[in-house]
């Protein structure tokens, strides 16, 4: 039996002794790191039950030190990567603190000084409060809802950088929003991503560090580098702690546009077999599910998407895939956009499990049992050392 469980890749995954504490999450608390956000009513991980839940809210797990996640521990990182840290500089937008806070946490950096402020008539002021000339300067900032507001935010902190003499300006978007803008699928219409990536290399960014774009295309719209992360390790490695058995997996892509994506998470799930659901669009936000290829009978079913937003897809898909007889279905996204009404489709029963990251803040009147949150501070904050010391990104993933 030992043979037929799920085992993790060896070139993700290193099997490493983890020692971890449970404390609530405080704010307020400079050095405060998010791990995973549990449900209350299933066992995840292999970390120890919490046993202070307080009104329902769900405990954080916090390991010791600034432990690296299976994937990304090898002894090569830290021979490659020099860490100098003199000359590089934090700065947090608005749309996303508490990742960025992670993300200095694990860098064993502080955020930099920087005022945001709102004019009463919407008007956004940047100041920086600390002088950034000849610095490598690293921007923090989804964007997220409200797109818009967030995006002008990052357009004018890159310009505040630029205009206070910073060497090097990379924009760090976990989310890039607009980035389902990338073609034209009917006449007169606009190619937002491509304006957006403009936006952003005029306002004076010279690098893009981004999250699992929805597609990859959307790099070549960028005229500066463009460091693509995707955050599938993060999630692979959760999913293989779970110890589900290889013979009982099935990956399922929830529209044709994502077999790509579902057959590599498929292939590092020891190979497991691929199912499409296949839907026709007949609006904006709007799907109909119409069939199922491939056998999902009697299986746990893993849907994998880049995004979830209206969650219209990826329920019907759900739906479609209890009555073809799947035991259990797992969703797996990286952003969660979670427009409304996600969040009321997405707990209402179709789901064991709702496993997203924190690329995109989530409220906690959203949190519902079912919702597990990954963290992907690790992820950004190993690829800004390697970016910051000319040291490749790729052999992370490696």
């Known amino acids: 039996m030992a043979s037929s469980l799920l085992q993790p890749p060896s070139s993700l995954f290193t099997s490493t002794s983890r020692s971890s504490t449970l404390r609530t999450f405080a704010p307020s608390v400079p050095h405060s790191r998010i791990t ?60 996303n603190p508490a990742l960025s806070q992670e993300i200095a946490w694990y860098m064993g950096l502080e955020l930099g000084k920087i005022s945001i402020k709102r004019f009463a008539d919407g008007e956004i002021y940047v100041q920086l409060q600390e002088s950034v000339r000849g610095c490598n300067v690293y921007l923090i900032q989804p964007t997220c809802p409200p797109a818009n507001e967030n995006l002008m935010e990052l357009k004018i902190m890159i310009d505040a950088c630029r205009r206070a003499s910073a060497k090097n300006i990379t924009a760090v978007i976990p989310y890039f929003g607009y980035a389902r803008a990338d073609r034209k699928t009917q006449g007169r219409e606009s190619i937002a991503a491509k304006l957006v990536a403009n936006l952003i290399t005029k306002a004076g960014a010279d690098r893009v560090l981004a999250c699992d774009l929805h597609s990859g295309q959307s790099m070549g719209y960028f005229d500066i580098p463009v460091d693509h992360v995707h955050c599938q390790p993060v999630i692979l490695d959760y999913l293989a702690s779970k110890g589900i058995s290889s013979n009982d997996l099935v990956v399922v892509s929830p529209d044709v546009g994502g077999v790509a994506r579902a057959r590599a998470f498929a292939k590092k799930l020891s190979d497991a077999p691929l199912a499409i659901v296949d839907k026709r669009r007949h609006g904006h936000n709007v799907a109909e599910v119409m069939n199922l290829i491939g056998d999902v009978k009697g299986k746990v079913a893993v849907m994998v998407d880049d995004m979830i937003d209206t969650a219209g897809t990826i329920a019907k898909g759900a739906a479609l895939l209890h009555e073809e007889g799947a035991r259990e279905v797992y969703a797996c996204c990286t952003h969660a956009v979670f427009s409304p009404p996600a969040i009321e489709r997405l707990s209402s029963g179709l789901f064991q499990e709702v496993i997203i990251t924190n690329t995109i803040p989530v409220e906690e009147k959203n949190y519902f049992p079912q919702l597990t949150i990954l963290t992907v501070a690790n992820l950004l904050g190993e690829t800004i050392w390697r970016i910051h010391d000319d040291c490749s990104v790729t052999s992370i993933f490696q």
């Open 36 to 95: 995973r956000i549990f449900s209350l009513n299933s066992v995840k991980c292999d970390l120890p039950e919490p046993s202070n839940i307080m009104n329902r809210k769900p405990i954080i797990p916090v390991l010791n030190e600034k432990t690296l996640p299976k994937f990304m521990d090898s002894a090569r990182m830290e021979r490659t990567v020099n860490k100098n840290g003199n000359r590089l500089k934090l700065f947090s937008g608005t749309a």
